[in-house]
């Protein structure tokens, strides 16, 4: 019963990995320490194993989740980071300047960011053109034992990335692709950080990946989540923390502006597009 249960603990969740964030002094111009949330912040304490940053666009919500990713050193979901050498480097930045208080060492985990998922299906589906491509290539070798050889191993290496992600893994929708990844990857007892992984989500697969949470912490793991969406942020127990204040400050979810104006627009969808029938 989501309403019996105040807090984590009712899920038996052990120590959390990382327990309170803090910004070393230092200068505050330039991007990212300009940023107002940024430059106001001196310590976050994470009080739940599960943790939303919540807030309108810009307020660096996912500036501060890619800096604790990297003083965390945790790989992306893929393990491929899409082109964004400027964001790695601003990351950078600002992971030598955060300290991480931990409770327990950071051995599995990761980072999701959904550009990163895309790009590594692209490349995987480039990938797997080549391999079939080369092993049509191989056909043309002169002599059995050889031309079989060479034809096999680009097949076995193209037939486990099929295993793995399928003959084409842009069939799948992409809500469902990634709700696959995050079953194939969330095993591990460890620290998550997603940004946004509601984007390609339907409602009905956001209630899927919270169950995949609470399973997760019921086994002990962390997640701190930067979100838009009312379903996930619904999480029970789950610490908010509002970015439109400086420094973020925790908030409760009925307070949170996405929730409302989420509730009111459900329950009165005339009056917000009553407007679209007015041609003027």
């Not at 107002?36 to 310590?43: L, N």
């Not at 208080?101 to 080549?130: C, L, W, Y």
């Not at 908030?251 to 009056?271: G, I, K, M, S, Y």
Request: glycine share 8%; proline share 6%.
């Amino acid at each position: 019963d989501p309403h019996r249960c105040q807090s984590l603990s009712c899920y038996g969740a052990a120590m959390r990995y990382v327990r309170q964030i803090r910004l070393k002094p230092g200068p505050v111009d330039g991007h990212p320490f300009a940023l107002p949330v940024i430059a106001a912040m001196d310590t976050l304490d994470l009080t739940a194993d599960v943790c939303f940053f919540v807030g309108n666009n810009g307020t660096g919500k996912s500036t501060l989740l890619e800096g604790i990713a990297a003083a965390a050193r945790l790989p992306t979901l893929t393990g491929f980071h899409r082109g964004a050498s400027s964001a790695q480097a601003v990351a950078a930045q600002l992971a030598a300047r955060l300290t991480l208080v931990k409770s327990k060492p950071i051995r599995h985990g990761f980072f999701f960011r959904a550009d990163d998922v895309t790009g590594f299906i692209d490349r995987m589906s480039a990938d797997m053109e080549d391999l079939a491509g080369i092993e049509r290539e191989l056909s043309a070798i002169e002599g059995e034992w050889g031309r079989t050889r060479a034809m096999g191993m680009a097949r076995a290496q193209r037939d486990a990335l099929h295993r793995t992600y399928g003959e084409n893994p842009f069939a799948q929708s992409h809500g469902e692709l990634f709700l696959e990844l995050f079953k194939a990857r969330i095993t591990a007892l460890g620290l998550y950080l997603m940004d946004e992984p509601e984007t390609p989500l339907s409602p009905g697969n956001q209630i899927a990946l919270l169950m995949l949470l609470q399973d997760a912490v019921q086994r002990g793991s962390q997640f701190v989540i930067a979100s838009h969406s009312p379903i996930l942020m619904a999480f029970p127990g789950a610490q908010i923390l509002d970015f439109d204040q400086q420094p973020p400050a925790v908030a409760a979810w009925d307070d949170l502006d996405h929730v409302q104006l989420t509730r009111a627009f459900l329950n009165h969808p005339e009056r917000y597009l009553c407007h679209l029938d007015d041609p003027h």
